[in-house]
Each structure stands twice: as C-alpha cells, then as structure tokens.
C-alpha cells in the first residue's frame, strides 16, 4: 500500500483584552502563557490552514528497509515487505 506523509501549517490570529499594570506586565503574563506546555489556540477559529502531500517511496538504505520522500542515488528501490504490500510496488 503506498504510504504519503502530510505537512500542515497553520495559520491564525486571535485576540483577548487581558488587564496588567504596564505593557511590560502584560508582555511577561503572555509570555508565561505561552511558554506553558499545554498553551493551545482554539483550532475552530483558525481558517486558513494550508498542507502538503508528498508520496513516500520505498527503499532500502545501507541494508535497512526505510520509507522516504528523498531517495538518494546510493539507496535500492523497494523492499521486500513494500514490493508484496501493492500491486504499485509490483507484488500483491
């Protein structure tokens, strides 16, 4: 079965009033904020959101069956586990 790997970008803004004594403060409250490991944006209020599909191939590598989007010059097309996995990959 091929196998694609998908990159996401999201892209947003979002805004909130916040009170602090001086912009300073409100600079460092916000930055703690999102400094936090659980900081999240709501994703419902992000429109635009753009991705990319880029197909994997199959190869084997200095002996190690590996799927890549870059496939070097030294590395063996197919594997054995893809080349039986899809009619793509001349099995199945």
Not at 15 to 35: F, G, M, N
Request: charged share 35%; glycine share 6%.
């Amino acid at each position: 079965m091929p196998r694609f790997i998908i990159n996401y970008t999201f892209h947003g803004r979002s805004s909130r009033t916040i009170e602090a004594s001086s912009k300073e403060e409100a600079e460092d409250l916000i930055c703690a904020e999102v400094e936090r490991d659980d900081f999240e944006l709501d994703a419902d209020e992000i429109d635009d959101v753009d991705f990319t599909v880029s197909e994997l191939q199959p190869v084997t590598r200095d002996g190690r069956e590996i799927w890549t989007t870059y496939v070097r010059d030294s590395d063996k097309r197919g594997h054995p586990s893809a080349l039986g996995s899809s009619p793509l990959f001349g099995g199945a």
